[in-house]
């Protein structure tokens, strides 16, 4: 039983309770449900303490997985950092999500970076129809990308991911006594950042805008070529303002909304027969742009398939920083609604944050969620002077 729980209790934890993947999809439900969606999991603690708001947030290491148009901006020349999340620690104590990421600046204008997300579901035991245990598996997913992130102006910055996805969720033990074998896919992400200095009220702000699309890529399957599923492509659309209250106090306010350019489950990029069965499933072209208008309900529908974050940083001297933050997603799309707390500490080259989810349901698969992240930050000789964005 513990591999049915696990397996629909990861997908609960982004999305809804339907195990689209390996068990079909119920038509009265119509949360989108794609597969691999670890991908989506933040995977930092920064973050993480802000309502899962990171598009336009001032670049650091984890521009990897928020928007890697924005590391271009960052100050220092190279650096890493680690995060790690105990995954459904309130049910179960062997499940955690490990991302490491590493950048370099090459100079004042592009640099780049790898990462490396992986996703540990614990120990499981299959049994038959009989109870009878078949076999044991310890689920695996993970992804491993470069990434390179390029100025274009002072302002303004570009940059694009390839990564490698890989599955392993049943060991090959699939419904029903069919084989399965693990998915895999390769995927882009593209990014765009635009950030500018302001002065209001005397004092020192900074507005940035962005937008990124994530997972763009093939889709997967674990059993053969007839049950592919799509991978979990995002749009994500973010703002974040700074202000400088005074020498030693910064406040920041972030938004991130999100969409999945994913075909609604039953909607109308499928086409049916007359017993209501899938006949032909949309390609995952058709899927990424038809997934703005396929809501069966129409538009009232796609506006439930945004979900929001929202958050606050307060830093001290460049020290300590508190964190705060909401996240919205409608209960008809699966409706992950949770505040986040958290705290930050920087000291010369290191940084360590710390995040902990407080969902508004009683009982939830996410209650007392951790995020752990360190990070360290070095400056290399002064950098080159001549700047095509000068």
Known sequence: MRSIIVLALTLFSTGSLCAQTLFGQDSTRRAITPAVPFLLIAPDARSGAMGDVGAALEPDAVATHWNIGKLAFIDQDYGASLSYTPWLGKIFNDMAIVYLTGYYKIDNEQAVSASLRYFDLGNISFTNEFADIIGTHNPQEYSAALSYSRKLSQKLGLGVTAKYIH??????????????????????????????????????????????????????????DETESFVPTNLRLGTAYTTQLDPYNSLTFAVDLNKLMVPTPFGTLYEFDSDGNIIQEPSTIQGIFGSFADAPDGFSEELKEFNVGVGMEYWYNEIVAGRAGYFFEHADKGGRQFFTLGVGLRYQLFSMDFAYLVPQEQQHPLAETLRFTLGVNFEKSPQQENSVTQ
């Not at 002065?199 to 053969?224: D, F, H, K, M, P």
């Open 167 to 224: 599955s392993n969720l049943t060991g090959g033990y699939g419904p029903n006594g069919i084989p399965s074998r693990p998915g895999r896919s390769v995927a882009a992400d593209l990014g765009l950042y635009f950030n500018s200095e302001l002065a209001v009220n005397g004092q020192e702000s900074r507005l940035a805008l962005a937008a990124v699309i994530s997972n763009i890529g093939n889709q997967i399957t674990y059993l053969n």
